[in-house]
């Protein structure tokens, strides 16, 4: 009986001393409790800021293509041109050319771009190039 008084009167010692301490802000052993007073206040759940609805468009009215069938003019194939095929670079995925004109120098690979000329391919077993541009074909091979 004496152990259980004594534990009675030491814990309510520790609760009466502590009480004052958790007003003051010293810690505690006690988890402390957080009471939201929502009185007056918005709830914390609803978003701050709303999805506003986009007033619906109007489909535009659909206006129909015209398409003018022009024969293409056939393209002049020349070896004659500003450009110069120096080298040619190939692995197992892609061919890859060096060629040399007066604006400069370009690594480039099918499909690439030189000043208005299309790289159209690159056949590295024969050491030639092919540009394809809006009035000509031009065949470029190695110089030798």
Do not use: H
């Not at 009986?1 to 505690?28: D, E, H, I, N, Q």
């Not at 986009?54 to 003019?73: A, D, G, N, R, Y």
């Not at 690979?109 to 809006?134: P, Q, R, S």
Request: include cysteine; aromatic fraction near 8%.
């Amino acid at each position: 009986m004496k152990k259980f008084r004594l534990f009675v009167v030491g814990t309510c010692a520790v609760v009466v001393f502590l009480t004052p301490g958790l007003k003051a802000g010293f810690p505690s052993i006690f988890a402390p409790v957080f009471l939201y007073e929502s009185e007056g206040r918005r709830d914390p759940f609803v978003p701050l800021i709303e999805k506003k609805k986009l007033p619906e468009e109007e489909p535009e009215p659909e206006i129909s293509q015209v398409t003018l069938e022009v024969e293409p003019k056939p393209k002049e194939v020349t070896r004659q041109s500003e450009f110069t095929l120096v080298s040619l670079a190939w692995g197992e995925e892609e061919t890859l050319a060096l060629i040399q004109g007066r604006a400069g120098a370009w690594i480039v690979k099918e499909g690439d771009l030189i000043d208005e000329f299309l790289v159209l391919e690159i056949k590295a077993n024969e050491g030639e190039v092919i540009l394809e541009g809006v009035e000509k074909i031009v065949k470029l091979r190695i110089r030798e």
